[in-house]
C-alpha cells in the first residue's frame, strides 16, 4: 500500500495563477483532510470531509476550495493564489469509525511570487 | 473554537536525560489527544496517543498523561536518544466533528551526544 500520496512535491506559482494540489489514499479511509503548515504555527485545519459527498471548513479556509473526487481523492484548489499561501500542504486520512489515527501524505511545498 | 498551547517551542536536553512537553486545550468536549513527531523535511508521524477516558498511557520510553480537570496533557520521553531530535506536535480532537485536529505550535527538541 502506498498509503497517502500527494502531487506535486513542489510548486512555484505567480500571484493571481491557479493550481490544484491532489491527494489520494488507499488504505479505504471514510475522512480526509487537508492542511497548512507554516514556521511556528503548527498545522493548521484548511478543509476535511469526514465521508464521501461531505466537505466541511477548518480553521483557515480563507482562499481555497476542496472537492472529495471519491472515496480515495480529495483535491485542493487554489482559485488565484497569493503570497500569504506560500507553505507546506499536508493531506490526512483517516478511517473514522475503528481508529483515530490520521495518517499524513509527504507533503506538497508551494511558493507563490 | 478549539485553542492548543504549547510549550516550550524549543527544548534542548543531554543525551540520556528526560524530555517533557506540555499542551493545553480549551474546549472540554476534547476527548482524543495525540503526539505527532516530525523530521526535517518529513510528514508528521504518530508516537503516541490518549483518549480521555484513561489518565496515562505508555509506550517504551515514550508516555503521555492527561489531566482532564485542568485541560493539559504532556509528552515526557525517559533516556533520550539523538534520534530522538525533531519537532513534536500535540493536538487535540472532538470525536463528533470528523476527527479534525487542532494543533499546538510545535516544540523543537535537540538531543545533544
Known sequence: NAGVTQTPKFQVLKTGQS?????????????????????????????????????????????????????????????????????????????????????FGPGTRLTVT | GENVEQHPSTLSVQEGDSAVIKCTYSDSASNYFPWYKQELGKRPQLIIDIRSNVGEKKDQRIAVTLNKTAKHFSLHITETQPE?????????????????????QGTELSVKP
Request: charged share 20%.
Open chain 1, 19 to 103: 493550481m490544484t494540489l491532489q491527494c489520494a489514499q488507499d488504505m479505504n479511509h471514510n475522512s480526509m483532510y487537508w492542511y497548512r503548515q507554516d514556521p511556528g504555527m503548527g498545522l493548521r485545519l484548511i478543509y476535511y470531509s469526514a465521508s464521501e459527498g461531505t466537505t466541511d471548513k477548518g480553521e483557515v479556509p480563507n482562499g481555497y476550495n476542496v472537492s472529495r473526487l471519491n472515496k480515495r481523492e480529495f483535491s485542493l484548489r487554489l482559485e488565484s493564489a497569493a503570497p500569504s499561501q506560500t507553505s507546506v500542504y499536508f493531506c490526512a486520512s483517516r478511517e473514522l469509525r475503528s481508529s483515530y489515527e490520521q495518517y
Open chain 2, 84 to 104: 530522538d531530535s525533531a519537532v513534536y506536535f500535540c493536538a487535540a480532537s472532538k470525536g463528533n466533528q470528523g476527527g479534525k485536529l487542532i494543533f499546538g
